[in-house]
């Protein structure tokens, strides 16, 4: 038990060095370095979150979205703050990875429905992956919180243009 415990304390102190080796390259703005150190980590432990939360940030910076994605899908989870949800969120849509925005801007919106914001990302995004009628359902909310929003107005219009659901909603007023 006691080689058990030593080993422990070992590998915790080993990454405890590699974080403060890891912050150093950061304040100075030595990325690379940074990203081969937290990718040194990942090989021990592929779910640390710091890590995975660290090397995303960077590819994020980097404007690596598709890498930053990869990184935050291991750090996604519902307990994040709505902060970072949503900036994981934009960053699955640069990354071309509109499901998992998806699920995000999902996770968002059912936490607080009636924030119009959180109405607006997933109406957007549920035009990306097909969910037209969501996002019909979308913008009319939207349009009750404030009748004049434009972008509401606008996407509502391209959506009904070639469907048969304005003429629906005209005749039933």
Known sequence: MDNFMTS??????????????????????????????LQEVLETEP??????????????FEENFAEAAKFYKKTYHTELPDEFKDRIAAVFEK?????????VYKDLYDKN???????EKLADISIITGKKNEAIELYNKILTIEPDDIVALNQLSDLYENTNTLLFYLTND
């Open 8 to 37: 422990v304390n070992s590998n915790l102190n080993d990454l405890d060095i590699k974080f403060e080796q890891i912050n150093q390259y950061l304040q100075s703005s030595d990325y690379e370095n940074a990203k081969i150190c």
């Open 47 to 60: 779910e640390n979150l710091n890590a995975n939360f660290m090397i995303a940030q960077i590819f994020e």
């Open 95 to 103: 990354a071309d990875e509109y499901d998992f925005a998806y699920q």
């Open 113 to 119: 429905p009636d924030d119009k914001f959180n109405c």
